[in-house]
């Protein structure tokens, strides 16, 4: 892998995009509510032409094919191979959908090609943010619309904190993370956001928290994500030995989550919007 984004284009070509294709019908039920809420948020409209940026598995830009109708077009960009091959087969019967694999902070859009651009936590691992946001911002015709949706810190977001601390006795000790370092958590700062998109000649940004339960997957599915994806996907990956102990405590740490057989739990969004 070479470019800006090496290292995440082989992760998300690899053991993360691996694990993300694996269990992404589980990933869209539970962050299906933030994505529809940085959606209301975009306001796409019939005829539009709309980007969808990091867009992996291709829900999103399938609900935004839809919503943009038959004289609209939706162009979704990702740099992950496994994901973009789901994308493409949800999206094969939809004329007014199309899927780019390269990287967003560097790919050649045309210029004023786009009405709107979208992203459902696919802009938090760019290298060089600003000079991401600067190309997107470019592919927008003047005056268009930005909107996403970023994880806010992880103590924040209990359906990830809470599954890590009950399993962190049982770890070697974790990392600790550059709070900067592209990554899910990257845009946790409010302030770092706001400044990356003035920085990118974006105007009119407006960061708002929203917060709701996220979750809808059975005890077991849950756990079979917890165990895949994120921090603890990376650690048991690297020690798989460690994985039973783990298991017993990640599940004791989520049943009091459960609700009529599922697993709801907080999670703690920024959504973002701006203008060209
Ligand atoms: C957390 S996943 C979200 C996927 C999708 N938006 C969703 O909500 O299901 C992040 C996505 O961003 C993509 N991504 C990461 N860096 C990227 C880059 N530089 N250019 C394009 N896509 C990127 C990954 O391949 C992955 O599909």
Redesign the pocket.
Known sequence: MEGA?AA?AEF?NDAG?RA?AGAHAA??RQ?RPL?EAAMAALVPRPGEHILD?????G??SVALAERVGPRGRVVG????GP?LAIAEAAGAAIANLRFIRD???THGFDHGAFDAAF????VM??ADAVA?FANIRQALKPGGRLAFVCWRAMRENAWMHVPLMAAMPHLPPLPTPDPDAPG?FAFADAARVEAILAEAGFAEVSIRAHDCDIGGNDLATTMALMLRVGPLGAALREAPELAPKVEGAVAQALAPHVRNGEVWMPGAVWIVTARH
């Open positions: 984004n995440q998300w995009g993300w990933l869209d962050i994505g940026i990091g867009c992996g598995a829900a999103t960009v990702d740099i992950s994901l990287d967003a902070q992203s459902r936590f696919g691992f760019f991401a899910p």
